[in-house]
């Protein structure tokens, strides 16, 4: 009896990634398949949908149906789990695969393109040790052509942990694991040094212990404490390599600029260092507080909403996304109408906010779709049914990125502006703001006044299932 895939999954799923995915089950197992035109769609029972999306398109005679689940991780989780059973995976299941998706190359952001995610291939090895454990580039802008040193040693540093790098060109001469712990310390400490007054990451070792600088503190607006995510990925990485190549002696983190009341049982990196026998210069740390469960399916998220949503327009319509930063997901690129895709500037004007202007944020959407038929551009808040008025307040403040981006590259259409809700168990809505609701019991409840996109979205889904 065929074997069904199951993609559990905290992201939108993008077809691209999913046919790469594909390939590589593939190409492990050594199964002849098939890739056609690739459809996600969700699965309706009583024109309700039953929170699992069916994706069409592949074709493997070891292979039943393939199904996407969205799913919530507890602290530090990878994008992707993949299991190979007949049955919806539960917790005591092991996946095939666990993989971390990213758009970005060391061009836009060395930190962004690798260290920040190392500490999630740290992290898993707690829950699945024995997990395959693959890095997924889904570019969309050039790769760099020659990439930079901190790329090259975060790489390496994931080829020696066991992690599989897809979706780039490496240069297998350059991109090899470490094979010593003198390797790892000579080439980190090689690079060229970190500007005045940051803290550099330099290994040193004497024969009893080995000290790794780097800052974990990090205070942003009036939140303090343990939250430095690139240095938390690369200290975790860089610590864990130490020990996959044989140091079993102290390992000290010094000038991390924390303080004892900033470490507690529950940060990734306090989990992290108990896994590994980590230790805080001048710090005691605490024997933490793991979770037994590494993920949970999502019955509560907005993005439960926008992502049905999103997928319906594209699947169902000619309509498409521009833009999307689901919640809990990564942020994309916006695209343009024409020419290359764009990375959207965090902040109106940087050295006011520097300076504490946090007016100068720029608002996003959480998806913005185009609707090129009736030439509309449909910007969409996402929210849970009880915040449904924080979503009716967000929609006005989206002036900046329609003045400087959608504006500037769709002169002639419309934007509409409309939240979709995931929530509740109400039955209808009252609040012409709001386009879309999917309630607890799947229920698909159009607004007043929703977007034409959307009408025709569920109208063709429901008679495809009846």
């Known amino acids: 009896m065929p074997k069904n895939l199951w993609f559990l999954t905290e992201e939108r799923p993008k077809k691209e990634v999913l046919q790469t995915i594909f390939q590589k089950f593939a190409k492990d197992y050594g199964f002849a398949v098939f890739v056609d035109t690739i459809r996600i769609f969700p699965i309706l029972n009583g024109n309700k949908f039953t929170f699992i999306y069916e994706v069409t398109g592949f074709r493997c005679n070891k292979v039943d149906k393939v199904y996407v689940k969205t799913i919530s991780g507890n602290s530090s989780f990878t994008d992707f789990l993949i299991f190979y059973q007949k049955n919806e995976p539960t917790l005591n299941d092991e996946p095939i695969y666990a993989i971390e998706e990213t758009k970005t190359d060391d061009k836009e952001s060395r ?18 040790p024995n997990v395959k454990k693959i890095m997924l580039y889904n570019l969309q802008i050039e790769q760099k052509i020659k990439p930079t040193s901190t790329y090259i040693f975060g790489t390496k540093l994931l080829l020696t942990l066991g992690v599989e790098i897809l979706g780039k060109k490496l240069d297998t001469k350059i991109f090899k694991p470490f094979k010593t712990i003198k390797e790892v310390i000579d080439l980190k400490n ?7 007054g940051n803290v550099p990451i330099l290994i040193t070792k004497t024969a009893t212990k080995i000290n790794v600088s780097g800052r974990l503190y990090k205070k942003t607006g009036k939140t303090e404490g343990l939250s430095h995510d690139p240095n938390i990925g690369a200290l975790s990485i860089i610590c864990a390599v130490l020990r996959q190549l044989g140091w079993t002696k102290k390992i000290e983190i010094t000038q991390h600029g924390l303080l004892q009341k900033h470490v507690g049982k529950t940060n990734k990196f306090i989990q992290i260092a108990n896994k590994i026998s980590l230790s805080l210069e001048g710090l005691t740390v605490p024997k933490a507080e793991m979770n037994n469960e590494y993920w949970k399916y999502d019955k509560d998220g907005e993005k439960l909403g926008t992502i049905f949503i999103h997928l319906v327009v594209e699947n169902f319509t000619q309509g498409y996304s521009i833009f999307e930063n689901h919640a809990g997901c990564e942020k994309s690129y916006f695209i343009p109408l024409k ?36 030439k ?3 910007n969409v808040e996402g929210k849970k049914y009880k915040f449904r008025k924080d ?3 967000e929609i006005k403040t989206y002036d900046f990125i329609e003045k400087n981006y959608i504006l500037k590259h769709y002169p002639k259409f419309k934007i509409v502006r409309t939240v979709v809700l995931y929530g509740s168990k109400e039955e209808k809505i009252i609040e012409v ?14 607004g007043i006044k929703a977007p034409k996109l959307f009408r025709e979205a569920i109208k063709n889904l429901l008679d495809f299932w009846n």
Do not use: W
Request: hydrophobic share 35%; net charge positive.
């Open 111 to 128: 930190n962004t393109g690798v260290y920040q995610r190392c500490s999630k291939f740290v992290f898993i090895q707690s829950y699945y």
């Open 376 to 378: 509309e551009i449909i």
């Open 339 to 374: 020419g290359d895709p764009i990375p959207l500037e965090k902040y109106k004007d940087k050295a006011k906010y520097k300076a504490g202007d946090k007016k100068q944020n720029v608002e996003i959407p959480d998806v913005i779709l185009l609707d090129k038929l009736r």
């Open 433 to 446: 703001e709001i386009g879309f609701l999917l309630n607890e019991n799947g229920q698909l409840i159009l």
């Open 391 to 393: 979503g009716i307040i």
């Open 190 to 196: 090689e690079m060229r040094k970190a500007p005045t």
